[in-house]
């Protein structure tokens, strides 16, 4: 069932290519635009997808996590990821084959610090003692997001409950996926929503198309889908409108899917 239909977003994406290749040079930091777009939206939910939390130092994320949380009202997910590109970890200091213990370290803290708990606090580092003070906190703890297809991710992502991110993968293949993050995710007594990013960014396909492959991630069993539809000033807006009308969506809702 999908739930949160429809999100919009610019991913960056392992390249084929040794080189690493990027998004546009244009593309603002993402927290910090992130807290300038809470200020002027009122119902739209925000999000990354994703940051490469090893190359963000923790408490510094905790609090400009906890921001536009506040700022937005609680609209906001946390979209995270533990890295693909050796090249970047090597011009930050950061050991690659770290970053998930890192990650897990960081997610670990966030949430310890969003629901209100303080020191001592002490798993490796950071550690701190009685003296920490972490305001304004979030009113409820900040949603995860995990992205990635290993079963690390799927640990972390049952671990945290909220959301979970398939890159690249076929439909049949994101369900047998979905299906594994659901038993563990029953396990832990969590729950997670599990979702994919799809495309449309030119004139080769059109809104119908779109629409039956919307279908056919819905019966793989995705409650969200990231939408890329290219450039703002090459038809975004159009192929926005053209889906949302060829899907029946309301409110970023599908109504014909979930019976709303």
């Known amino acids: 069932m999908l739930s949160r239909a429809f999100t919009c977003f610019r991913k960056r994406r392992p390249p084929r290519e040794r080189r690493p290749q990027y998004a546009a040079p244009y593309q603002y930091e993402a927290l910090t ?36 949380a506040r700022l937005s009202g609680g609209r906001f997910v946390l979209g995270v990821g533990v ?5 970047e970890f090597d011009a930050a200091w950061v050991g690659f084959g770290d970053r998930g ?62 959301y ?6 076929a439909p049949q293949e994101f369900a047998e996926r979905a299906a594994r993050l ?17 495309g449309w960014d030119g004139p080769d396909r059109t809104a119908a198309e779109l629409a039956a492959e919307v279908a056919a991630w819905e019966a793989a069993g995705a409650a969200d889908l990231g939408v890329w539809f290219g450039a703002a000033d ?13 899907t029946g969506v309301m409110d970023g809702r599908v109504p014909h899917l979930t019976g709303q």
């Open 164 to 169: 979970w991110q398939a890159v690249g993968l």
């Open 182 to 198: 659901h038993r563990r995710a029953a396990g832990r007594g969590t729950r997670v929503a599990a979702g994919t990013p799809i």
């Open 101 to 162: 213990t890192l990650t897990d370290r960081a997610l670990r803290l966030v949430r310890h610090l969003h629901t209100g708990a303080g020191g001592p606090y002490d798993d490796g580092q950071p550690a701190f003692d009685g003296r920490a003070v972490f305001e304004l906190r979030p009113e409820e703890p900040v949603p995860f997001l995990i992205g990635g297809n290993s079963d690390a991710a799927l640990r972390r992502a049952a671990e945290f409950d909220g």
């Open 33 to 68: 635009t992130l807290g300038y777009l809470a200020a002027v939206t009122e119902r739209v939910v925000l999000g990354t997808s994703v940051l490469v939390v090893p190359l963000r130092e923790p408490l510094l994320l905790a609090r400009q996590s906890a921001t536009p």
């Open 234 to 246: 090459d038809g975004f807006a159009d192929r926005m409108r053209a889906l949302a009308e060829a």
């Open 83 to 87: 890295g693909w590109q050796p090249y």
